[in-house]
């Protein structure tokens, strides 16, 4: 682990952002960007299977929890994009992601942009604001 931030900029999008957040877990990154990014594997056995996802115990504790805090200390910059009609992953599960790391003003909910199949502006900018802020 190295002792300083890089200028390395994350970009997730749906199982991506979970990679991104097991990522950052365990290394110094500039800034994350998640969007479409779920909690949970939504009982799909192949999400499930990649490891990235925490799995509730029979005594309702979890295995492989998301390690919130080290994220929060290996990357200063989180920006999250979801949307109102995903028509894969609900609005709870992108919440969950946003409160475990204290999202607030850098969280958007983006009405009626689905799964983001298409080009978003609103992301775009962003990554760009980022890159010119880590010279």
């Known amino acids: 682990k190295d002792d300083e931030p890089n200028d390395v900029i994350l970009v997730g999008h749906s199982s991506g952002a979970q990679a991104a957040l097991r990522y950052a877990e365990l290394y110094n990154v500039y800034a994350c960007v998640l969007v479409s990014a779920t909690y949970s594997d939504l009982g799909d056995p192949h999400e499930r299977a990649s490891g990235y996802y925490p799995q509730t115990k029979s005594d309702g504790t979890e295995s492989n929890p998301y390690l919130f805090e080290s994220m929060k200390e290996n990357c200063n910059h989180w920006w999250q994009f979801h949307s109102d009609d995903d ?9 969950r992601i946003r409160d475990g790391l204290g999202l607030t003003s850098t969280y958007h909910m983006l009405p009626g942009r689905s799964h983001f199949f298409e080009f978003e502006p609103e992301i775009l900018d962003v990554v760009v604001d980022l890159s010119s802020s880590t010279k």
């Open 87 to 95: 028509p894969f992953i609900p609005l709870y599960e992108a919440e």
